[in-house]
Structures are given as C-alpha cells and as structure tokens.
C-alpha cells in the first residue's frame, strides 16, 4: 500500500512542474501586443524622408481597440456631420474586427454646445441598445478642420 502511495506521490510530483511550465510559456504566447489597423490592411508606404504620421487611426492591444477622433471636413449641418463621423467610426471599426456595438467609451466633442440635441438625434441607437459610456463638452476655440463634430471611440474586440 505504501509502496504504491509513493509511486502516485512521485507521478504527481512529476507532473505539477511540467503543467507548470507549460502554463507559463502559455501566459508569455497569450501577452497583449500593440497592433496598428490600417485602412485596406496593409500599412501605407513612405517614400525616402518622408515624416512618419503624427498618429495612426485604429489601435489595438489586446482586445481594447482605441480608434483616433473623426471629424466631417465638409459644409454641412450638425446632422450631417453626426452622421459623417459615425459612418467613418463604424467603418474603422470593421475594419479593425469590432463592431458598433461593441464600443465600451465615447467622447463627442462639439463645436457648440448649442448642437448638443440635434447630435443626440442622430447618435441615438447608432452603438444597439446597450449604447456605451459617454462624455460630451463643447471644445474651446473649436474642431481642427471646421468640422462642428468630432468623436473618438474605445472598443473590444
């Protein structure tokens, strides 16, 4: 009885350092990595000298997926230009893998606070019917590009 008490004792032994290991080396592979989204999948080219970018529009690490602000560089109303930016989210988040309805935070940032209602009109049920946190603010001294609307997501995906 002893004898095959120690036999299990050693097996068992045996086994905890190799599950061990092989439960490392699975948390090293399964490490979030930082992966950038490119339009079209396939990372723009630069010519000779050329700047790199100042910032890339769709980021992931992980399952986080961070997508820059998007604006509406064109005349228009605050509708249009609500309309314009979540089209352009919504597409970046496709490309990306996600989904609108796997946004998790929101940031809107206005022109004028005045067109906060009209904004809300057509961002509403846009992200299904559980819709993401959000913040909202009026940016002092406006858009970049005249757009009266710009918006930036955080996704999973």
Do not use: W
Request: some cysteine; proline content about 6%.
């Amino acid at each position: 009885m002893n004898s095959q008490r120690r036999k299990m004792l050693k097996a068992a032994a045996a086994v905890v350092p190799a599950a061990a290991i092989s439960t490392e080396a699975s948390a090293a592979q399964q490490k979030p990595t930082k992966k950038v989204h490119y339009k079209g999948g396939k990372k723009p080219e630069r010519k000779p000298g050329e700047k790199p970018p100042l910032f890339n529009g769709a980021v992931s690490y992980g399952n986080l997926l961070f997508i820059a602000g998007k604006g509406a560089h064109f005349k228009g109303d605050i509708a249009a230009h609500t309309k314009h930016v979540l089209d352009e989210i919504e597409k970046e988040l496709v490309n990306a893998g996600s989904s609108m309805d796997k946004v998790l935070k929101c940031n809107v940032y206005l022109n004028d606070l005045k067109d906060y209602q009209a904004m809300n009109e057509v961002f509403r049920g846009r992200f299904g019917e559980e819709p993401p946190v959000r913040t909202t603010i009026a940016a002092a001294g406006g858009i970049p590009g005249d757009s009266l609307v710009e918006i930036d997501v955080i996704a999973y995906i």
